[in-house]
């Protein structure tokens, strides 16, 4: 089967650093990516790890280790704005970019 | 920006009955996507579309679904006879060819069956 586990809730104060992890066991694997929903929205791309290695925009960063089936998004200088949902998705379908998404992280960010 | 546009943002419907999803995806985007997010749980595939067909399918995509691109603009999801557990957020998203870029959804459909 295909499956993408990460935590299901993580609660950190403003102004913190945060690592949401994701391990995956995939049929296919081309790269993954990380998204943010907050309540209600639609998810918004926040990145994407194709090799090995850490990728970083601005305060969001992602990492990703093909041998280990494993990324993470570290989230730094945390706001209230960042209270959300985060899910990691892996790109099974090559160039047709097909996703697999896992089932979410609520970060929730307190003052 | 860009935005990928999906009409209407809420529908009822009685279980048995047709509904028809509207997305107008971003112009000078060749993928498309419609996933589905059931309350409170993970985005779930449904179909992705690319050079006026269909290029995969999920489980879920049974014959009571269909995809259109109509009109070189529109990209729609329809389905023929709605259960109860057709009730679901569903995003529609696309994303613009070459090397791997991340999707633009748009702000989706929620759907009630009744």
């Known amino acids: 089967g295909q499956s993408l586990e990460q935590p299901s809730e993580v609660t950190a104060v403003e102004g913190a650093i945060v690592q949401i992890n994701c391990t995956y066991q995939t049929s296919g694997f081309y790269g993954l990516s990380w998204y943010q929903q907050h309540d209600g929205g639609a998810p918004t791309f926040l990145s994407y790890n194709g090799l090995d290695g850490l990728e970083e925009t601005g305060r969001f960063s992602s990492f990703l280790s093909r041998s280990d089936s494993y990324g993470y998004l570290l989230l730094q200088e945390l706001q209230m704005k960042d ?3 985060y899910f990691c998705a892996v790109n099974y379908g090559g160039s047709q970019g097909n996703l697999i998404f896992g089932k ?3 970060l929730s960010v307190k003052p | 920006e860009p935005e990928v546009t999906q009409t209407p943002s809420h529908q009822v419907t009685q279980m048995g ?3 028809i999803l509207r997305c107008v995806p971003i112009s000078n985007h060749l993928y498309f996507y419609w996933y589905r997010q059931i309350l409170g749980q993970k985005v779930e595939f449904l179909v992705s579309f690319y050079n006026n067909e269909i290029s995969e399918k999920s489980e ?3 014959d009571q ?5 109509p009109d ?4 729609t999801l329809k389905i023929r006879s709605t259960k109860l557990e057709d009730s679901a957020m569903y995003f529609c998203a696309s994303r613009r060819q070459g090397a791997y ?3 633009t959804f748009g702000s989706g459909t929620r759907l009630t069956v009744v």
């Open chain 1, 104 to 106: 979410g992280t609520k």
């Open chain 2, 101 to 103: 870029s991340g999707y």
């Open chain 2, 17 to 19: 009955q047709e509904v």
């Open chain 2, 60 to 62: 879920i995509f049974d």
């Open chain 2, 65 to 69: 679904f269909s995809v259109e691109r």
């Open chain 1, 83 to 85: 209270s959300a949902s």
């Open chain 2, 72 to 75: 070189g603009s529109n990209f």
